[in-house]
T-cell receptor, first 114, second 115 residues
Framework: NAGVMQNPRHLVRRRGQEARLRCSPM?????VYWYRQLPEEGLKFMVY????????ESGMPKERFSAEFPKEGPSILRIQQVVRGDSAAYFC????????????FGPGTRLTVL | AQTVTQSQPEMSVQEAETVTLSCTYD???????LFWYKQPPSRQMILVIR??????QNATENRFSVNFQKAAKSFSLKISDSQLGDTAMYFC????????????FGQGTILTVHP
């Protein structure tokens, strides 16, 4: 059973470009969570999604950030018009249905904005 | 608001010795889960141990055990027989039952195991 997959592992963007981060949950997991880790800090919750639904986006910045988890395919975290402050590690976690306390993390995507 | 505090930015221990990492948290909820995650230099987040708040018995996983003091809102991690591979950043975290999966993390403690 493959773990949570994230790609790319490293992403470099120039200011003003778009960043797309992908997350494929573990087999049988229908819940996805995105977290951001700024340098020298702990992880901060961004958004919780189920298939085709955003359940909790209270941690998402109001502008430029969006997330989706379509019926088919991976979950996508999209950052438009990136700025240097978006440089961070973005982690995706997944859990089985109704088991939000069993989150398994992917390896993360390290976003660097030049 | 839910908060987690790790008061030790860095800790070090000699190989084969025991070390305890501290964590306190704050919540007004009664139903929650507590976790310790390990983040080695690879940056992969690895679950070390989990504790359900309604269980009085402290969780153990091989060399890892917790001291859960619910009234004091304290959740420390004890690592026995420390190994070089235990060198990592350790994060304390919790989920409140009503928060639908929103893990709240502490700032982390960097643990270095010396040979």
């Amino acid at each position: 059973n493959a773990g949570v997959m994230q790609n790319p592992r490293h992403l470099v963007r120039r200011r003003g470009q778009e960043a797309r981060l992908r997350c494929s949950p573990m087999k049988g997991h229908s819940h996805v969570y995105w977290y951001r880790q700024l340098p020298e800090e702990g992880l901060k919750f961004m958004v919780y999604l189920q298939k085709e639904n955003i359940i909790d986006e209270s941690g998402m910045p109001k502008e430029r950030f969006s997330a989706e988890f379509p019926k088919e395919g991976p979950s996508i975290l999209r950052i438009q018009q990136v700025v240097r402050g978006d440089s961070a590690a973005y982690f995706c976690a997944s859990s089985p249905p109704m088991a939000y306390n069993e989150q398994f993390f992917g390896p993360g995507t390290r976003l660097t904005v030049l | 608001a839910q908060t987690v505090t790790q008061s030790q930015p860095e800790m070090s221990v000699q190989e084969a010795e025991t070390v305890t990492l501290s964590c306190t948290y704050d919540t007004s909820e009664n139903n929650y889960y507590l976790f310790w995650y390990k983040q080695p230099p690879s940056r992969q987040m690895i679950l070390v141990i989990r504790q359900e708040a309604y269980k009085q018995q402290n969780a153990t996983e091989n060399r890892f055990s917790v001291n859960f003091q619910k009234a004091a809102k304290s959740f420390s991690l004890k690592i026995s027989d420390s190994q070089l591979g235990d060198t990592a950043m350790y994060f304390c975290a919790f989920i409140v039952g009503t928060s639908y999966g929103k893990l709240t993390f502490g700032q982390g403690t960097i643990l270095t195991v010396h040979p």
